[in-house]
């Protein structure tokens, strides 16, 4: 191998090795910034194949993806001077991908640690003027839309990033909070189920009162009538006799007797004093009672 067969391949390996330098390729899901001796010189790259100055111009990459902010958990004051644990998180993507590099000198973390203290200003705001009650409620999320908003406003002009979303995943009181918190709930509850207990027994008695009422009165209704038919039956019964007696009055008699015999020696301790010749045995001396 001569000395120009060399050359040629060592001019081959340095044009390959300027290449593979000089070219990059952004994709779809980055964002890229061009520095020039370590100075800003481009920021904004569609997806597609790029070159550039080899040793004298460097890229930096970064993920256009929806990233996120996992703060740790906070400790605020809200307006009943009660102290709460805010755990909160946030999504935001890079929208400006030059000023993002500017305000965080390329480190990742410095956005992180940026955000998370933006986010943690304004729940503190937010939540210094609301009670308990409001920051778990419904209207909590009135409130993180508006934090988002006035957060998205911020980050947009200073860093570069669009807040998509910011949200509490809890909130918690601290031990030496939560026990007074729970002794004033449970006060509350028995105070709730004592008066649920009032307004049961005072319906009860109402319902008893009312039954008690009812009772008498079925009973009034029930006695009246009662002695309606009772009186119907014995008037009844008397027409009976008196019809019987107007057919046959001496079978009548008879059956009388009998009667007043079967009454009369009932009981084997009894004594009847008459006279032999009494009317009471007429129809036992004789059948046809002459």
Known sequence: MNNRTLAIIAVVLVGILLISSSA????????????RFG?????????????KIPFAEKLRKFDARIQTVDSSPVRMLNSENK???VDSYAKYRISDVGKFYTATRGDERNAVRLLSEQINDRLRNQFGVRDLHEVVSGERDELMS???KNLNQ???KNLGVEVIDVR??????PPEVSESVFQRMRAGRELEARDHRAKGEEASERIRANADRQKVVIESEAYRQAEELRGAGDAEAAAIYAAAYNKNPEF??????????KESFKSKSDMLLVE????????????KGQ
Do not use: C, H, N, W
């Open 252 to 261: 009548y008699r008879f059956t009388r007797s009998l009667q007043a015999y």
């Open 24 to 35: 990059f390729v952004v994709k779809e899901t980055e964002k890229a910034v061009l520095l």
């Open 83 to 85: 102290f709460m644990m």
């Open 146 to 148: 508006e934090i988002t």
């Open 276 to 287: 032999p010749d009494s009317e009471f045995f007429r129809y036992l001396k004789d059948p």
């Open 154 to 156: 911020v980050a947009q």
């Open 168 to 173: 509490v995943k809890r909130i918690d009181l």
């Open 39 to 51: 100075e800003l010189v481009r920021s904004y790259y569609e997806p597609g194949l790029y070159f």
